[in-house]
């Protein structure tokens, strides 16, 4: 009798260690899951990779009042691997001013402007920043 009741106890630790077993398993599987999704969220690709996946820039292009007097700086960060050559359209439509500015942004750098040879970033000033095979991005400064 003591040797059936043992042996059922024993079988039922057996069953218990192996239910936990295969939730630590899971666990495990689903961090390891995750952690690969996570990478690969925050992962840097070349420009061919971003132009395979509909045409989008790789930038993150923002503006801030100048510290150096009045107007803009226009920042242009680049999140990809490679250099990337970008056309910047300047145009101002009160004043009928147009300028084209070719710059190259490393690979994964920011680079800052100020001003285009004698144009100063102000007020209802507009840039498109454009890349052959993607859609530009357009900026308005108020």
Same mark, same amino acid.
């Given at each position: 009798?003591?040797?059936?009741?043992?042996?059922?106890?024993?079988? $039922?630790?057996?069953?218990?260690?192996a %239910?936990? =077993? @295969?939730?630590?398993?899971?666990?495990?599987?689903?961090?390891?899951? &995750?952690?690969?999704?996570?990478?690969?969220?925050?992962?840097?690709?070349?420009?061919?990779?971003?132009? $395979?996946?509909?045409?989008?820039?790789? %930038?993150? =292009? @923002?503006?801030?009042?100048?510290?150096?007097?009045?107007?803009?700086? &226009?920042?242009?960060?680049?999140?990809?691997?490679?250099?990337?050559?970008?056309?910047?359209?300047?145009?101002?439509?009160?004043?009928?001013?147009?300028?084209?500015?070719?710059?190259?942004?490393?690979?994964?750098?920011?680079?800052?402007?100020g001003?285009?040879?004698?144009?100063?970033?102000?007020?209802?000033d507009?840039?498109?920043?454009?890349?052959?095979?993607?859609?530009?991005?357009?900026?308005?400064?108020?």
């Amino acid at each position: 009798m003591l040797l059936a009741v043992l042996t059922t106890l024993l079988g $039922a630790a057996v069953i218990a260690i192996a %239910i936990l =077993a @295969s939730v630590i398993q899971n666990r495990d599987e689903t961090i390891r899951g &995750l952690r690969e999704k996570g990478e690969g969220a925050t992962a840097t690709h070349p420009l061919y990779y971003f132009a $395979a996946r509909g045409g989008i820039l790789p %930038i993150v =292009a @923002s503006s801030r009042k100048s510290l150096m007097g009045p107007g803009y700086v &226009l920042t242009i960060r680049n999140e990809c691997t490679e250099s990337i050559p970008l056309v910047l359209a300047l145009s101002n439509p009160q004043g009928g001013r147009h300028k084209s500015v070719n710059i190259v942004v490393e690979a994964m750098q920011t680079a800052e402007f100020g001003h285009f040879d004698n144009w100063k970033l102000s007020g209802g000033d507009a840039v498109e920043i454009s890349h052959e095979g993607f859609s530009s991005v357009t900026m308005r400064f108020r």
